[in-house]
């Protein structure tokens, strides 16, 4: 089972759980590696590689921005 085979069967188990919390997070992490897809062409589906790849680059921006913010006095929500 490739990386995201397993995501998309964790965001329906955690749909069908009722965790919003949880299912946010998995939607985020589907949209970023479909927006990689659809950048590197659409009959590429890369590899569990490419998509650590990805998601280590959102964690790095996520944290970046919060840094950002907490610099800036602002509390995110």
Known sequence: MSLKDKITADLTASMKAKDASR????????????NE?????????????DSIKTLQRVVKQRNDCGEQLRKAGRTGS
């Open 23 to 34: 299912t946010g997070t998995l939607r985020m992490i589907k949209a970023a590696l479909m």
């Open 37 to 49: 897809q659809k950048r590197r062409g659409a009959g590429d589906g890369g590899t569990d590689e």
